[in-house]
T-cell receptor
Framework: IAGITQAPTSQILAAGRRMTLRCTQDMRHNAMYWYRQDLGLGLRLIHYSNTAGTTGKGEVPDGYSVSRANTDDFPLTLASAVPSQTSVYFC????????????FGAGTRLSVL | RKEVEQDPGPFNVPEGATVAFNCTYSNSASQSFFWYRQDCRKEPKLLMSVYSSGNEDGRFTAQLNRASQYISLLIRDSKLSDSATYLCVVNGRGNNNDMRFGAGTRLTVKP
């Protein structure tokens, strides 16, 4: 089934550890995004990528990095996790940066202790 | 002030009821508007886009008021399956790297 796959589904992580959240899409979409969702706040954009080889910062990029080596994969890395990064992380994609419909993965629940 | 604000909810309504949600946005330059639906512990999914002239999709009607900077969602003849959180989404610059999400309004439809 076409769509976006995120891994892991959930993770408990010790503070200071490095963690990479994986995101893969098979829709050949050019644009991909990483959001975090916290209680009482809307989804907030962390980083985005217009196309393979390019990335950009969103609203809350600090403490996160991304790469886009190919069209399908868009991993999000926490170099040294902190408790404030406890959240639900959603990866999304759209055909292009300007085609507004975004499709979301099932999310990764991350707890940093 | 948050860029996108929604009715705090929760809304608890009986089956068959009509319910309306409002959402206000602060950026007058916003160009695109959407309603997404999110089920408990699931990912958001597009419910409908909101067009300037208003639009309808079955039991769902969306309206945009640019002068007052708000959008609304009306659900008629509520079904149990409509129970979810509804997210208001506003696109600030016409491209997807500036999508602003409201915190959501929770709806529970009861038998």
């Amino acid at each position: 089934i076409a769509g976006i796959t995120q891994a892991p589904t959930s993770q408990i992580l010790a503070a200071g550890r490095r963690m990479t959240l994986r995101c893969t899409q098979d829709m050949r979409h050019n644009a991909m995004y990483w959001y975090r969702q916290d209680l009482g706040l809307g989804l907030r954009l962390i980083h985005y990528s217009n196309t393979a080889g390019t990335t950009g910062k969103g609203e809350v990029p600090d403490g996160y990095s991304v790469s886009r080596a190919n069209t399908d994969d868009f991993p999000l890395t926490l170099a040294s996790a902190v408790p404030s990064q406890t959240s639900v992380y959603f990866c999304a994609s759209s055909e292009t940066l300007t085609k507004n419909i975004q499709y979301f993965g099932a999310g990764t629940r991350l707890s940093v202790l | 002030r948050k860029e996108v604000e929604q009715d705090p909810g929760p809304f608890n309504v009986p089956e068959g009821a009509t319910v309306a949600f409002n959402c206000t946005y602060s950026n007058s330059a916003s160009q695109s508007f959407f309603w997404y639906r999110q089920d408990c512990r699931k990912e958001p999914k597009l419910l409908m886009s909101v067009y300037s002239s208003g639009n309808e999709d079955g039991r769902f009607t969306a309206q945009l008021n640019r002068a007052s900077q708000y959008i609304s969602l009306l659900i008629r003849d509520s079904k149990l399956s409509d129970s979810a959180t509804y997210l208001c989404v506003v696109n600030g610059r016409g491209n997807n790297n500036d999508m602003r999400f409201g915190a959501g309004t929770r709806l529970t439809v009861k038998p």
